[in-house]
């Protein structure tokens, strides 16, 4: 029985060994690809500056209007023309605070608000203009409903698609016009 021991140790050896270098081929292998993909994985890379010309977090250069007596950033919320904005900036979609992006139109119908601004301390009459013509922008989604009204007080209702008498009533972006100086009338 002296040869089933020896062919017992011999595949034994033999197994032994090509498990412990299979094992270390596919710990090898595993190491090689893996360390390989891990630059493939995907990382947020957030825009992390905070000078002037840094991006900001919305992936849109912080801007000023340049002009003395408008101040702020029009690609913000917190803009003071946006007081009653809701919709996405035009500012941030290629067109700017009164003027709508390339390939929109703007629309005629529009709501209006009362902002105050923040240089003159005057209350400005905002009028709140729809670009139409190309889907949803997407980019800076703001909300701020200072003097919004009810939806049945339709020109007064900021929630609404105002792309009316366009000639596509696909919603794009608003805009924020000042129409002039607000002035204290007598309530009729
Ligand atoms: N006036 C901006 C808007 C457009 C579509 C839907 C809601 C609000």
């Not at 991006?55 to 209007?65: C, I, L, S, Y």
């Not at 909300?143 to 007064?156: L, V």
Request: net charge neutral.
């Amino acid at each position: 029985m002296i040869w089933l021991e020896r062919l017992t140790e011999k595949v034994s050896r033999q197994v032994a060994r090509n498990t412990s270098r299979r094992s270390f081929l596919t710990g090898l292998g595993t190491l090689l690809v893996g360390g390989a993909s891990v630059p493939l994985l995907p990382v947020a890379r957030a825009a992390g500056g905070h000078g002037a010309d840094a991006g900001t977090d919305r992936g849109v250069a912080a801007q000023t209007t340049g002009v003395e007596g408008d101040p702020g950033d029009p690609t913000t919320c917190e803009y003071w023309r946006h007081c009653a904005m809701d919709g996405f900036l035009c500012s941030c979609c290629g067109g700017t605070q009164k003027t709508c992006p390339p390939g929109t139109e703007m629309a005629p119908m529009t709501w209006i608000g009362t902002c105050r601004n923040p240089a003159d301390n005057k209350d400005y009459i905002i009028s709140y203009n729809d670009c139409c013509g190309k889907t949803s922008c997407g980019a800076c989604l703001c909300n701020r409903n200072e003097t919004d009204k009810p939806p049945y007080r339709a020109f007064s209702n900021n929630d609404t698609n105002w792309c009316l008498g366009t000639s596509s009533t696909l919603y794009h972006c608003t805009t924020a016009v000042i129409l002039g100086v607000a002035t204290k009338g007598v309530e009729p």
